[in-house]
Every structure is written in structure tokens, then in C-alpha cells.
């Protein structure tokens, strides 16, 4: 939560920073650090790409899935006319975080061949559940799926990167990786996610699932978190980075080791409130300064 004084301090923080040139991106490091659109969802395609190169980005993770910045029903009509406005503003789109699953789904052609045709060079698959019913069943079948979708992609001239996500399949990373190990390196990889990594590794299980992914990390998801007692039970708490559990030092060290330089999509997860829409963008956009100031200089400190 972001109380009153700290947003006022802030705010006048981010208008003085905005009045200022930009840093070049962080040396030694060529990916693009990408805005993940979902926290402006109430922004239009050209506000949206506008607003956050003020603060640094290079490009627009775009939500191309029910509730994004694209429709999937729209993706052929909609997905080049976003693509086209946010390169007018000068950023790029490295990457779309879709809802796929499979290429039964009557959207995923027309997404990825979309993709393909605009030259987007990667996407992020939906999510698969276990039932906890059957799990080898349910690993089979959900592998069945990603497959037939890395398939198609492939067709397409788009990578695939699984993100994993905790609570789902492929979380820890040791169920799936049998079967990314079996597919064409160069169309599929992971979009690894730190946070949900150490979520659900602890103390070197995030290590483990690391190690494991970063030969073949495509892209990644930047977020932080740590463990905290509600009434609820032990529960997860998404907060701005830096003021988790994650290891950033440690991390981009192994990333560079790994010599990544794929997107790299900031997300803002934990609870930004307002009294409107106009508020809550404003103090998006501040938080998000802080974050992506943050990033570059933990980016830096590895590569640089």
C-alpha cells in the first residue's frame, strides 16, 4: 500500500526526474527492459507506450489474452494496428503474454501468425493447473498441449517461453523440463520468473530451477515478494523491488554468466489503490520509475 506522504514525495520525485534526459541503457547489457502492459490496462495503446518511455522503457510487454491491451478474438485486426502505435512512440514489442495453451484454441493461429508477420519474436504461453487428482495424467496432458502449441509457433517464426508460475504446472520447473529438454532449443525456452521461483524454492530451490532454465531462458519476468503471517495463514506479499526476498545480486550475476540478453518484462503486482482511474495511473507510474531505476542499476552492477 502506498500511503499519502510517501506518493506526495514521490510524485515530486517523479516529475523532477521527468524533467530530466534518460539514462542509456545499462552497459554491457543488450536486451530490451520492457513494461508489462497489464498495469495500464486503462490506457490506450499510444498513452500507453508514451507515458511509460518517459521512465526508461524500451518496449511493451503487450497482454494479447481476455482482458489485454488485444483482444484474442481480435488479434489479426487489432495486434498490428498496437504494434504500429507503440513503434510510432519509439518503443518496441519484444514479446506478448498471451493465455494459450493449445493449438486446438481457435485463437492461437491468428495470434501467432499475427506475431510472426510483425516480426514479434516471442510469447507467453497461459497456464496450465494440476487437479491434484491424477498429476502424472494431468502433467501428460498439459505437455500434450504445450507441445502442440510450441508447434505451431515454430510454424509462425515466434518462440515460446514457459513462465513459471507458482502454484501451477511447471512451477519448480522439474516436472516440465524432460520435455523442453526434447524440444528445438532455438523455438522454445523458459520465461523465467524470479519471484515465483523463490516462492516456491525457498532457500536453494530457486537456485536449482535457475540453473537448470538459464541456458534456455528467452525472457524474464521482474517481480518481488516475501512471506508474511495475516489471519489468513502464511501468505505471499507482493512488494516494489528490493523490498523481497530475492537475491537480485545473485541472480542477474548467474543471468550474465548465462550471457542473457533477452526481454526483460518489469511487473508491478503488489496493490497500487486510488480514488480513480487517473489516480492509480499516476501512482503506477511512479512506483514503476522507482522499480525500473532499481532493475537498471541491479542489470548494471552484473554487466556493466
Known sequence: ?????????????FAAASALPKAAESNGFSGTFCFFSKHLASMDWT?????????????????????????PERAAEDLPRAFEAIRAEGLSVPMITTGLTSASDP??????????????PYFKPGYYRYAFIDVRRELNNAMSDFRSLTELSKQHGVQAGFHNHEGYIGAQLWDIAQTIDQLDPKWVGYYFDIRHAVAEGGVAGWKIALNLAAPRIKMIAVKDSYWEKTT???????????DGMVDWKAYFKTLRQANFHGPVSLHLEYEISGKNTAEIEEKTLVVTQKDIEFLKSRVQEAYG
Open 107 to 120: 485463437n492461437a493461429r491468428p495470434i501467432l501468425a499475427t506475431a510472426g508477420k510483425l516480426g514479434i
Open 47 to 71: 498513452r500507453l507506450a508514451r507515458s511509460v518511455k518517459k521512465l526508461g522503457f524500451g518496449g511493451i510487454d503487450l497482454t494479447v489474452r481476455p482482458g489485454g491491451h488485444v483482444l
Open 232 to 242: 489468513k495463514g502464511w501468505e505471499q506479499a507482493n512488494c516494489p523491488l528490493g
Open 1 to 13: 500500500m502506498i500511503i499519502r506522504r510517501d506518493f506526495i514525495k514521490s510524485a515530486s520525485a
